[in-house]
């Protein structure tokens, strides 16, 4: 019962993880829209780095998607979403590349030191317990038992 306790509240927290990521992306969106930012993506990737670092996998990809679909608009002729230019048609596929790029290998990182947490957590109670037992036996004569 403990386990699935854990689960859910790990889910519950992934949620709001991601929840927080993708109402500070847009935010950032709509900073950068209503201010006219000529490059808009370098401050998006910013905070698709930030969450993704924080977060991984998940607000990762809620951020990419978010990112994406404002380039769409940004790039597309007479912000329509689906007709572009061959440059902006161009920029739009090197955006996609570059957030897919961005979350896996960060994704990933994040992943590798949330098992190095792990794997140093799981050493530390080992090296207690032999502690405990290196102390035990240190102070309990074994042939008399004293």
């Known amino acids: 019962m403990g ?7 790990g889910r519950v ?15 950032l969106t709509a900073i950068v829209y209503f201010f006219k930012i000529p490059n808009p993506n370098m401050i998006l990737i910013a905070g698709l780095t930030v969450f993704t670092t924080l977060f ?4 990762g990809i809620a951020c990419g998607l978010e990112m994406i679909i404002y380039s769409m608009f940004f790039f597309s002729t007479d912000n329509s979403f689906f007709v572009y230019n061959d440059v902006n048609l161009l920029k739009l596929v090197i955006i996609i590349i570059g957030v897919v790029l ?8 994040k992943r590798r030191q949330n098992r190095s947490r792990q ?3 799981e050493m530390n109670e080992k ?3 032999d502690n405990r037992t290196l102390e ?4 309990r004569d074994e042939l008399t038992g004293l």
């Open 127 to 129: 090296l207690k317990r």
């Open 13 to 27: 927290k992934t949620a709001l993880n991601v929840a927080v990521s993708l109402a500070v992306m847009i935010a």
């Open 3 to 9: 386990k699935n306790n854990s689960k859910i509240s």
């Open 119 to 121: 794997l140093l957590k």
């Open 136 to 139: 035990e036996v240190s102070v």
């Open 102 to 109: 961005n979350v896996v290998f960060i994704g990933q990182l």
């Open 56 to 59: 991984g996998f998940p607000a």
